[in-house]
């Protein structure tokens, strides 16, 4: 998941508005949003090559999502990213107790962010600062950086999701994140990656010679309980290859 902005509105009948797009190597197999056989109630991707999730939820309303910070000088990790939202989610563990016990393994992973939450408190933490936070009420950006770094697609998405939160519907929160509008050069971040890749990952919806958006995924919970969520599958081109809808009571 390489692009998260979401509302957090905990006294609102919808808590928490969110829109992400999940950025990867076509080549990486995966399975789109579906309950996990083993695991009843736990709906999410799957990773195919480490088993993992980039984002997924519970019928409960237990909520995680994972993004990677962008940063080749950092040493890989043994284990995988992927797993830590599916921990949360298969678990009964609150999100600030699970995330307290995460910080003395981060060294186990790449760098990453992991939100975690449900309809009554939403978590944060960035494996490089090593903090985990509780989020204010507010509406935030998440991409291959810390929360709310200003990186042009960050900005951008987000102030299309304040302009949609009066009436957030998912299908209109795909909308937004299918944006492919280039920055100027000179808004670039400079992450290591050389400027091809930055200007590549510089959009918010991205379509490139073996590396793209291969999902958008708009989720609204509900404070009486419900959720929607609503996943659409990109091929290589760009084009849609699928649609999943989840509408929990």
């Not at 949003?33 to 984002?55: H, K, N, Q």
Request: overall charge negative; charged content about 20%.
């Amino acid at each position: 998941m390489c692009l998260i902005v979401f509302a957090w509105r905990p006294e609102h009948p919808q808590p928490l508005v969110l829109a992400a797009n999940r950025d990867e190597f076509y080549d990486r197999a995966c399975l789109p949003l579906a309950e996990w056989p083993e695991v009843p109630g736990l709906y999410a991707g799957r990773d195919l090559l480490a088993g993992g999730t980039w984002l997924g939820v519970t019928a409960s309303g237990r909520f995680a999502a994972l993004t990677n910070i962008r940063d080749p000088r950092q040493p890989k990790g043994e284990r995988s990213r992927g797993e830590l939202p599916v921990q949360f989610l298969r678990g009964d563990a609150n999100a600030a107790d699970f995330l307290a016990g995460l910080l003395p393994c981060v060294e186990q992973y790449s760098g990453f962010n992991l939100l975690l939450g449900d309809r009554h408190g939403l978590f944060f933490l960035n494996s490089e600062r090593g903090e985990v936070e509780r989020l204010q009420p507010g509406l935030y950006g998440l991409s291959n950086a810390d929360l709310d770094t200003p990186w042009p697609k960050v900005l951008r998405a987000s102030s299309s999701l304040a302009a949609a939160l009066d009436s957030a519907e998912p299908a209109q929160l795909l909308e937004l994140l299918a944006d492919r509008q280039q920055p100027p050069r000179v808004l670039l971040p400079d992450t290591g990656v050389g400027l091809d890749w930055e200007m590549l990952l510089a959009t918010i919806f991205i379509v490139g010679p073996g590396y793209g958006t291969r999902a958008s995924t708009a989720l609204v919970l509900q404070r009486d309980g419900g959720l929607q969520l609503l996943e659409r599958s990109f091929g290589r081109s760009g084009e849609p290859i699928g649609e999943v809808r989840l509408v929990l009571p």
